[in-house]
């Protein structure tokens, strides 16, 4: 018998109690209904309905583009994008009025169609791809949170509990004892990792501010900087080189080969990113390990990098070049080329977690950035767990969803001027 028609029935014999039973008549049942109502709605997701997307902009490391999906069952899932999200409130209300009605734990169906419908509109790269990024995450948010299991679960489980941290950080001077007394604090802080920017635009060596070749000072500065910092940090910590892409063909092959002796785990984007077959020049010429991808998208992009074989380690920015379940397919497809992922991440703690699901996801995940060591007071705050990063280390949340809270208040103290805030 269906519960409301026990209800009923019993309602019927009770009216004949009278007045006397009135008040146990009136209490009946309130226990379970309450019972009903607080059951998390969770628990019908075929039901479950995106009703609206709103989205946030903050001012951090450039723009962060934070997007929050709303559901008829009062779930919220949170998602973020960052680099190429400048000028895109247009474009993230119209992604979100694709989403209306739609069932949001069809994450891959709904990332597909958004892609799709901007095949002639640029959903090949840049800022078209950098919002669906945003909203994939906040789609694997909803998704684990309406089911009540981690995203990394939904994504076939993990292979690692912790994601082992990069750290990126700075000096402010080109002594090399500078970066060297930098790298050990970094190291003593718990970090197996650190990166540091060799790329340096007021070098007075440079003798042209146009021409991208590096001169004989600026090559003697960099190498007196990376020997200092291997000679204070040991052979043990990891050490990556950025150039930002800043210097042409020659100078990579001549920066990569002088740093041969000092073991790094990668020298970053040598040059610009789009010219795959001179990063194959600059890979070939070298026993330093060339790394790129921050600057490219969707796994073709990284399809290419890899068939051209034009570095030997990836670094997708995974609240950018795709979300979640595209860094997975980027992960996966790297492992067929033993090529390792070391992804960019430039993102909010939130962001920072949602990625250390997706990394745990495949096996050849090698370390994450994490870029806020100039600024962490102000980045915890972000979320309103305690801090993520311990000892080098994130370790993936068994939450439901990204498994942290956005701490919304906080985005608003920074948040950008002139844009709705979540409105
Ligand atoms: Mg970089």
Request: hydrophobic share 40%; net charge negative; aromatic share 8%.
């Amino acid at each position: 018998m269906a519960l409301h028609e026990t209800r009923r029935s019993f309602f019927k014999k009770s009216a004949v109690a009278g007045t006397a039973g009135a008040a146990i008549l009136a209490n009946f049942g309130s226990g379970l209904q309450a019972a009903v109502n607080n059951t998390p709605q969770s628990s019908n997701p075929s039901a479950l309905r995106i009703t609206d997307l709103k989205c946030a902009y903050y001012r951090g490391h450039g723009t962060h583009l934070f997007v929050k999906i709303f559901t008829n069952q009062d779930i919220v899932g949170y998602g973020e994008g960052m680099d190429a999200v400048d000028g895109t409130y247009n474009l993230v209300q119209g992604m979100g009025r694709m989403l209306v009605r739609r069932n949001p734990l069809d994450v891959n169906r709904l990332f597909e169609d958004i892609r799709r419908r901007g095949f002639f509109g640029g959903a090949q790269s840049g800022i078209y791809v950098a919002v669906m990024t945003a909203i994939d995450h906040a789609l694997w948010d909803l998704a684990g949170k309406a089911l009540g299991l981690p995203i990394y679960r939904l994504l076939g489980g993990k292979f690692r509990d912790k994601i082992r941290i990069y750290c990126d950080t700075a000096h402010g001077s080109a002594e090399p004892s500078a970066m060297a007394a930098e790298a050990v604090k970094v190291k003593n802080m718990g970090y197996s990792a650190i990166k540091f920017d060799l790329d340096w635009a007021r070098d007075p060596h440079k003798l042209d501010a146009y021409n991208m070749t590096a001169s004989p000072g600026e090559v003697e500065r960099m190498v007196n900087q990376v020997a200092a910092t291997r000679e204070a940090i040991g052979p043990y910590v990891d050490l990556c080189l950025d150039m930002h892409g800043r210097y042409d063909l020659p100078s990579g092959i001549r920066v990569a080969q002088a740093l041969e002796p000092y073991t790094l785990m990668w020298l970053e984007e040598p040059i610009p990113a789009e010219n795959l077959n001179s990063y194959r020049e600059i890979t070939e010429s070298t026993s330093t390990p060339i790394a790129t991808g921050e600057n490219h998208y969707l796994a073709h992009d990284f399809l290419k990098i890899l068939e051209n074989k034009a570095a030997d380690i990836i670094q997708p920015d995974l609240h950018k070049c795709g979300g979640v379940g595209e860094g997975q397919r980027i992960g996966n497809l790297a492992n067929l080329y033993y090529v390792p992922v070391g992804n960019h991440c430039v993102a909010s703690p939130f962001g920072a977690m949602s990625a250390a699901h997706c990394c745990a996801s495949f096996p050849n995940h090698l370390c994450q950035e994490w870029h806020g060591i100039g600024w962490a007071d102000r980045w915890n705050t972000l979320i309103e767990e305690d801090p993520i990063i311990q000892d080098g280390y994130i370790t993936v949340s068994d939450k439901p969803g990204v498994g942290v809270t956005l701490n919304e208040d906080a985005v608003k103290k920074n948040a950008v001027k002139g844009l709705p805030f979540f409105e």
